[in-house]
């Protein structure tokens, strides 16, 4: 299970940090990356997180402003988004998937098994 949380609504140029807890897996052992979805809009890759942590791989309407980490000790992924524009105004969402491979990235939505319920970000102008 993934729970997502940290949106909320904020200034074109601000931040937020948006925090995604799993449980009932063992967290090390699971990939992981964050989507979103803008009204009318498909599901975009933003970011993603091997399971070891050393590897991550972002969308490019991201690059250089969003970073993705993860704290495996607390069972937690975070996605720090700072210079949102009102663009980036969308659902997030985390996902996982069981990953054999230590240091794989996946921008690839089918890739993913298991999904939280979503966090609302809104970007005001």
């Known amino acids: 299970q993934l729970q997502a949380s940290g949106g909320g609504l904020v200034q074109a140029g601000g931040s937020l940090r948006l925090s995604c807890v799993a449980s009932?897996?063992?967290?090390?052992?699971?990939?992981m990356g964050w989507f979103r979805q803008a009204p009318g809009k498909e599901r975009e890759f933003a970011a993603a997180i091997s399971r070891s942590g050393d590897s991550t791989y972002y969308g490019d309407s991201v690059k250089g402003r969003f970073t993705i980490s993860r704290d495996n000790a607390k069972n937690t992924m975070f996605l720090q988004m700072n210079s949102l524009k009102p663009e980036d105004t969308a659902v997030y969402y985390c996902?996982?998937?069981?990953?054999?491979?230590?240091?794989?990235?996946?921008?690839?939505?089918?890739?993913?098994?298991?999904w939280g319920q979503g966090t609302k970000v809104t970007v005001s102008s």
């Open positions: 009932g897996r063992t967290f090390s052992s699971l990939g």
């Open positions: 996902a996982a998937y069981s990953s054999g491979r230590s240091r794989y990235t996946s921008p690839r939505w089918y890739e993913y098994d298991y």
